[in-house]
């Protein structure tokens, strides 16, 4: 059998045996389109059935959680972990709150958490949770009695050298307090290194809460860098979302002399030509928890649009950093035709594949979230170190570091695309590098 039939049989075997999976089929079959050259080099990786080992997940945990809202009534949510791969280190990967997460969606994010994580240098394995529960419009004290009852059970699952959750997409420091605090009065222990994306007075790090977004934005300066020397001074930037990942993304292409023009949520999108006002977006979305067009309000010169993509807004880079499959081949198209020549994904595999093959057609530039958004776990491993040690640094320090670790991963793709033959392809790059690094490491634990 050819290395291109044996991946195609893997695919349809994680097809039968994870059915109506849909985005871990997606997210599978994107790493199994890159990695033959890699097979056809390491021949003992498919002798160690090393790619069937990594597409099954190590622990799958799935538990109830009943809780009470303020009225009295009870509900019952479903809570997820799923622990992916511990070869590189502890599993690692943040925890998501919204009413689609399910099973599929657990894993789609813990097997692309894997490769992510390798690719960061660090010793973390991949793994992510979390539940079908939806925060929006709940009270601090509902959000704070789900997150005990969640703990309740997650507790014996997790440890500082066995699983690290962190956030995601509604668990951002309000939740991860709560998580901590439930976890150490269970345990009775202090065990900072448990979860990451702590506040600053109880064992968090600094520059963890920034990461991701500032991490995807060193990536894309490092890629116009590569690039002739470009920068994002001067650059018209679209930023789709506008949670943790969105706000400090736009906050530091700010920094660096871009100006972002829009930026969204599931209702729709602002646009702000004088350029998205970061202190108005932060209170608004982490201080009152509100809408977006709620910016227009406040903004008076910036317009709010419902229900349109927010990819209509022409611009040079586009950063999507809300959800997965945001951005469609309709989508792409409408960049491409704006002028838009680079796209970086801080959200977790946020274009589809179709708009991915629009943009490798039209010669845009293509960060793949793995490698793009590795900024969040990396300062989570900063995080986890600085408790280990007990430590902790300052913002400048930690901000040098992160730097310094994408420029690495930014080097680590581009390198490994070269040596491949596909120059500027980031996918595989990414792909490969991340799927090498953790396979070297399970050849060498033997068979388990
Ligand atoms: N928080 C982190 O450190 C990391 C997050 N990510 C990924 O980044 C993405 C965003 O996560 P966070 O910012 O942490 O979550 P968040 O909960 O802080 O923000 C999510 C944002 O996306 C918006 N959104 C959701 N669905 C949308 C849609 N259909 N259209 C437009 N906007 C929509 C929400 O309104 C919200 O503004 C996710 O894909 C997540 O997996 C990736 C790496 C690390
Ligand atoms: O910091 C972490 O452990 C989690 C980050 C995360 O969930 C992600 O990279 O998608």
């Known amino acids: 059998m050819s290395v291109q039939e044996k991946l195609e ?71 997820f972990r799923v622990e992916f791969n511990s070869a590189l280190g502890p599993y690692k990967g943040g925890l998501r709150f919204h009413p689609s997460v399910y099973l599929g969606i657990v894993k789609f994010l813990g097997f692309e958490q894997l490769f992510k994580n390798a690719l960061t240098g660090m010793p973390i394995g991949g793994g992510k949770g979390g539940s079908d529960f939806d925060p929006k419009g709940r ?30 997409i509604g668990v951002g420091g309000r939740e991860i307090g709560y998580l901590f605090g439930q976890y150490k009065r269970i345990t009775n222990r202090y065990e900072s290194g448990v979860l990451t994306g702590k506040g600053l007075s109880y064992g968090g790090a600094q520059v963890r809460r920034e990461a991701t977004g500032y991490g995807a934005v060193f990536f894309a300066e490092e890629m116009l860098r590569a690039d002739g020397g470009d920068s994002l001074d001067g650059k018209r930037v679209v930023v789709s ?83 997965q499959n945001e951005l469609t081949a309709a989508d792409a198209g409408t960049l491409i035709a704006g002028g838009c020549t680079i796209v ?82 980031y996918v595989a790059g990414a792909n490969i590098e991340g799927f090498r690094l953790v396979a070297e490491a399970m050849l060498a634990h033997g068979l388990i």
């Open 241 to 323: 979302g506008s949670g943790n990942v969105a706000i400090y993304a736009i906050e530091k292409v700010h920094q660096l002399g871009g100006t972002v023009v829009a930026c969204s949520d599931s209702s729709g999108f602002v646009h702000d030509d004088k350029g998205i006002n970061v202190e108005v977006l932060k209170h608004l979305k982490e201080v009152r928890r509100a809408r977006i067009n709620d910016y227009a309000d406040a903004v008076p010169h910036a317009t709010f649009v419902a229900g349109r993509p927010i990819w209509e807004v022409p611009c040079q880079v586009a950063l999507p950093c809300a959800t």
């Open 139 to 168: 009270s601090d004290r509902e959000v704070m009695r789900f997150c005990q009852s969640f703990m309740t059970e997650l507790y014996r699952h997790i440890g500082e050298y066995t699983d690290v959750p962190a956030g995601d």
């Open 344 to 425: 970086v994904e801080g959200a977790n595999m946020p274009t589809t594949p179709e708009a991915m093959r629009a943009f490798a057609e039209a010669g845009v530039r293509f960060a793949p979230g793995k490698a793009a958004n590795a900024g969040g776990v990396a300062a989570s491993a900063l995080e986890m170190q600085q408790n280990a040690s007990r430590d902790s640094w300052t913002f400048g320090h930690s901000e040098e570091k992160l730097r310094e670790i994408m420029q690495t991963i930014h080097a680590r793709c581009y390198a490994t695309a070269d040596e491949y033959g596909m120059p500027g392809n």
């Open 9 to 79: 049989s893997i695919f349809t075997s994680v097809v039968r045996r994870n059915p109506g999976e849909d985005e871990f089929h997606q997210a599978v079959r994107e790493v199994l389109d890159s990695v033959a050259p890699a097979l056809q080099k390491h021949p003992e990786y498919a002798e160690a059935k090393i790619i069937e080992r990594i597409c099954e997940p190590e622990r799958q945990i799935i538990f109830r959680v009943p809780w009470e809202d303020d009225r009295g009534e009870v509900h019952i949510n479903r809570g």
